[in-house]
């Protein structure tokens, strides 16, 4: 009978499978400077190039006597190294051989087909944090043949960085798929991909790849892995070009590739893959197996949000969506879904709750959340609504006394009305009011629980709902819009209103008297960790692009001339973040979608919690009432605006800025209270100048100024 091992010879036998190795940064320099490939070191340890590709990135460890064979080859190659040059760690450039045909995880090639990226910017700092061509201890030397440009991070990222993204997300929280198997990620990584199909994609993204976020909320849920597919990486994985369904935008059921998901035991959503697709399983022991796609050839980059962010070479799109994803959300559909999407995962609806008697842990509502559907109030409901429909019969049209119709401002004044003073002025000058909305969010104070219907109440400014009052008995000067209607009319009688419009009425010192109301007791500033976000993902990217909070009004207004055209990546991220804002605002009163919706009918997204009518319309009416209350103070130093649309006024000036219009104090600062010129939200921009005649030409044919003054339709251009 064998004697039994003893356990201490067995212990020192293992001692391969701890032999020591260096940092993995430093195993891809000393291999670099040494003049070695990947695929030589894997020959020579008879292992893949992509094994050692992953133990330069730290995303595996070599075990057992193929461990100790790299570690004897490492140690060989250091003390080669410093007898060659006891000053240097490394050999004179010139000695350096280019790479030959690096992969992953290298820095993004400076080929046609893939140019070398921009970096993400400060703004962007998120997992993985890529060391600069310069930090980078196994950068080429002059000599090589793949050099970064300026300012291209290479691939792999510090230990420090991969710690701080957690294990799971080491890579960040996208990869941009190319057909030739390269998975773009941020910081300029670039990932071997060996998938072939859409099922060992997804099996790819949920383990080697590492892909995704940590969650913005300690009660909420980390964000899933983001594929993004180009034109060729489609056609790998056998999608079509095109979608014949024009209409619903997704995979016939019977395609080959959904038959591959089904039978590797893989789901999609109700949506179906389309531009948008999720890819999932249902969780097991509280994990999540979900890989979100977006396939830019079938249309997932809108240009009226993302510009042109989808002709874009891969890996210089991978920085855009990956600034875009650490400075806002990663994206889950279009800008308006990420916009709803980061309200939830900055307050999550539950939140961890600890029994006291039995010491258990269970999921509990969380205080100032939206955690649960709830209808609106019939005058806050839109016309296809059930509670509408149940009220009136079909094809009612409700009067201001039957429906809240909180909306932004399209007002245009009189001709009539202008002086002869404005009239000898020789410019209509636009100016725009930066983010807005999302101004108008911040502090907002809106309802988080169902509404409670009242009668006759004494107003309260601090109840978040919805009031019928008359309000017509207001008089306001008519060069400038009435506050208390979207169309800038005195309102005809009674009307419901959001509670910022009416508190708006008795700051201008009138009395209120409300016939109804629907009021929501549970309240709070749900908006706000959502306007902090949204204002330093803007404020990040517009410093990216040269304009920042310190500047004089006159270089400011030199700096947004040009600001579009410094960075065609960082504009792309400006414009998605805009479209983040109005879109998320947008969607929290989504109508139904779909030819086969009748009337009366619930929708899909009426059992969203975020699906609020009542906050839009809030956040609306914040929007225009603080237009009016800076217009009105305008108004008082003479300057009366011609022509508003949503966030944009135009006023008649001397001269072609508003520098020549807006008023001054004796000491020469802005009026208080009045525009202001600069970068930070609510504050204005120049939207555009034109001649006077042309402004009084539009006002005449009953056209807005504010519309063209940029040029083109404001609407249109998402403005």
Sequence with gaps: MASKPDPVDALLKSGPRRTHLPEPAERARLRTDYGLTQAEIAAALDVTRTTVAGWEAGRSEPQGATRAAYAKL?????????????????????????????????????????????????GAAAPPQARTPSEAPNAPGPSASRRPSAGQPTAHASASARDAAGPNHANGPLAVLDGDGSAYCVGGLVLDCPATTVPALVEWALTEARLGAPRLHRNGKDADPLIVLTEAAAER???????????????????RVNQQIT????KTTRRGFGPWARVYRPAQAGRRQCVQFAVVPWGALDPRAWGDAAHLPAAELAQVLGTYATRVITPRGSCA???????????PPTR??????????????????????????????????????????????????????????????????????????????GIDVNMAFAAAANRLNVGVGPAAHLHHPEFDPKLPGSWLVDLSHIDIDPRLPNPFTPHGERPAGPAWYATPTVAYAVELGHQVRPAEAYVRREHAAYLDA??????????ATMEQLGVVSTMSEAD????????????????????????????????????PQGVGYRPGERWPALERPTWRPDIRAAVISAARINMHRKMLRLAGAGRFPVAVLSDCAVYLSDGPSPLDFLPRTPDGTPLPGGFRLGVSPG??????????????????????????IKGGDASADGE
């Design 263 to 266: 039978r590797a035991g893989w």
């Design 556 to 591: 400011f207004l030199e700096a947004m001339d040009k600001h579009k055209h410094v960075d065609a990546g960082q504009a792309a991220v400006l414009s998605a973040v805009k479209a983040t804002v109005k879109g998320g605002i947008g969607k929290l009163r989504e109508r």
């Design 74 to 122: 490492l140690e060989g190659i250091a003390t080669q190294l410093a007898a060659a040059s006891p000053s240097s760690s490394a050999p004179p450039a010139a000695e350096q051989p280019a790479p030959s045909a690096p992969r992953a995880p290298q820095a993004a090639p400076t080929t046609p087909k893939s140019p070398s990226a921009p970096p993400v910017g400060p």
């Design 337 to 347: 879904v990420s916009g709803l999407e980061l309200m939830t995962a900055l307050r």
């Design 530 to 539: 959502w306007y902090t976000r949204l204002r330093d993902a803007y404020m």
């Design 683 to 708: 504050m204005v921009k120049c939207e555009g100048s034109r001649p006077m005649m042309w402004a009084v030409q539009l006002l005449d044919q009953g056209h807005n100024p504010a519309r063209h």
């Design 237 to 255: 994985l056998g999608l079509p070009a095109v979608l014949e369904d024009r209409r619903a935008l997704r995979l016939p059921a019977d395609h």
């Design 352 to 429: 961890a709750v600890k029994d006291p008697t039995t010491g258990t842990w269970s999921s509990g509502p969380n205080p100032g959340a939206l955690t649960a559907p709830v209808d609106p109030a019939p005058p806050e409901a839109p016309d296809e609504h059930p509670v509408v429909a149940a009220r009136y019969p079909r094809g009612h049209r409700r009067t201001p006394a039957e429906v809240l119709d909180e909306e932004a401002y399209e007002w245009i004044r009189d001709p009539e009305l202008l002086t002869d003073e404005e009239c000898a002025k020789p410019y209509a000058v």
